[in-house]
C-alpha cells in the first residue's frame, strides 16, 4: 500500500545548468580483430572531449553490448563524476543507442558523435559561432568535407543561389582532409579539386562550409524536440544515420553547416602514435565559461520543402551542376570533376 503524498509529485523539474549534450554510443564487443584498439581509441575520443569541453557540457554514454572491460570502464568514469549519464543495453546499433541518449532531455544543443573521433580545442566555440552567425543554421560539424555538398543542403543552396555570399573559398586546412580520407582507409577519397575549394557561406565576418558529415555533428535541440522516428531496425548503415539525423534538420526548415577549419579528426580502429601526443597537448578547457545566445526557430512549409527538391533535383543534373559550380567560382576543369 502508499501511505502519505509523494513530496515530488506535480513539481517542476528545476532548470538545469547544462545546455549543451554529447551524446557517444559505444560498441566494442570483444578486443580482438577489427576491434583490437577500439578500447584505446575510445579512450582518446573521450580524454579528448573532457579536455576540451566547458563546464556546462552533459556527457551522455550508451553502451552498445559492449565487453566486460568496456562496461567497468564507463562504470568507473560514471562513478568519479567524469560523465553525468551511462546507459548499458543490448547491441541493439548505433541509432537506437542515439536516440535513447536523446530522449528525456531537454537540451539547447546536442552533439552526436561516433567513439573514434578525436576532439581538438575551440571545437564548441567555432560550432556556437556558426549558429550564432546564421540563423537557419540547424547542424554544424567541426570537420569540414567538400563530398557532402549535396547532402541536405538544397535550401541553404537554393536560399543563396544569386547570392554573392555564396561561393566557393580556398580551403583552409586541406591536411585535415586528406587525414580524414586516410582514416576511412582510402587515401583517394578527395581529388586535388576538393584539396582545393568548398563552398562556403558568409554573413557578416563569418563563413561556414556548406553540408555536414554526421559521424560528429551538433544540432539544434528541437530538431529532436518533437515526436520522430523512435526505432531503426540497422545496426549501422541502411540510410538509418540519414533518416534520423540528417533528414530532420532539411525538413525543419534548417541548414546543415560546417566550421570553417577542422576542429576534430576521426581515427578508425587502429592506434597510432600521433593520437596519444595531440590529447596530451590539448589545453583544458574544463572551467571555461561559454555562453550562447538564445537561438529563434525557423518556420517552413510542405511547399517550401517541396520547392526545394524540386529545383535542386534539377540544379543537380550535369549541366546545370556545371554551370552552377562555374558561377560561383571553380574553373571549367575543376566544375567538370568536382
Avoid at 545546455?19 to 570483444?30: A, D, S, T
Wanted: net charge positive; proline share 3%; aromatic share 14%.
Amino acid at each position: 500500500m502508499r501511505i502519505g503524498y509523494n513530496p515530488h509529485k506535480d513539481k517542476i523539474q528545476p532548470i538545469s545548468d547544462f545546455f549543451h549534450q554529447v551524446i557517444i554510443p559505444i560498441y566494442i564487443p570483444n578486443l580482438e580483430g577489427y576491434f583490437e584498439d577500439s578500447f584505446e581509441i575510445l579512450k582518446y575520443t573521450l580524454e579528448s572531449l573532457f579536455r576540451t569541453s566547458h563546464k556546462k557540457t552533459y556527457f551522455t554514454l550508451i553502451n552498445n553490448g559492449s565487453c566486460k572491460n568496456v562496461v567497468e570502464y564507463l562504470n568507473d568514469l560514471l562513478e568519479n563524476g567524469l560523465v553525468h549519464e551511462v546507459m548499458h543495453t543490448s547491441s541493439i546499433g548505433k541509432l537506437n543507442s542515439v536516440l535513447k541518449g536523446i530522449t528525456g532531455h531537454n537540451f539547447k544543443m546536442v552533439t552526436i558523435s561516433d567513439a573514434d573521433v578525436l576532439f581538438l580545442n575551440d571545437w564548441q566555440e567555432e560550432t556556437y559561432k556558426v549558429f550564432n552567425s546564421f540563423s537557419k543554421c540547424g547542424a554544424v560539424s567541426p570537420v569540414p568535407s567538400p563530398k557532402v555538398l549535396k547532402q541536405y543542403t538544397s535550401n541553404a543552396i537554393v536560399d543563396n543561389l544569386f547570392s554573392r555570399k555564396l561561393k566557393f573559398s580556398k580551403v583552409l586546412n586541406p591536411n585535415a582532409l586528406q587525414h580524414f580520407a586516410k582514416s576511412i582507409g582510402n587515401p583517394n577519397f578527395y581529388n586535388e579539386y576538393h584539396l582545393e575549394s568548398y563552398l562556403t557561406i558568409q554573413e557578416n565576418n563569418q563563413r561556414a562550409v556548406i553540408g555536414a558529415g554526421h559521424f560528429v555533428a551538433t544540432y539544434r535541440g528541437d530538431i529532436f524536440s518533437e515526436e520522430g522516428v523512435r526505432y531503426s531496425k540497422y545496426s549501422l548503415g541502411g540510410g538509418s544515420e540519414n533518416k534520423i539525423l540528417d533528414e530532420p534538420v532539411l525538413l525543419k526548415g534548417y541548414w546543415r553547416l560546417s566550421t570553417l577549419d577542422n576542429y576534430a579528426y576521426h581515427m578508425g580502429n587502429k592506434d597510432e602514435e600521433w593520437m596519444s601526443k595531440l590529447v596530451n597537448n590539448l589545453s583544458n578547457h574544463t572551467n571555461k565559461i561559454v555562453e550562447m545566445k538564445e537561438l529563434n526557430k525557423v518556420k517552413t512549409s510542405k511547399l517550401a520543402l517541396w520547392f526545394y527538391e524540386v529545383f535542386f533535383k534539377i540544379l543537380k543534373k550535369k549541366i546545370f551542376w556545371f554551370f552552377f559550380l562555374r558561377y560561383k567560382g571553380l574553373s571549367d576543369v575543376a566544375s567538370k570533376n568536382y
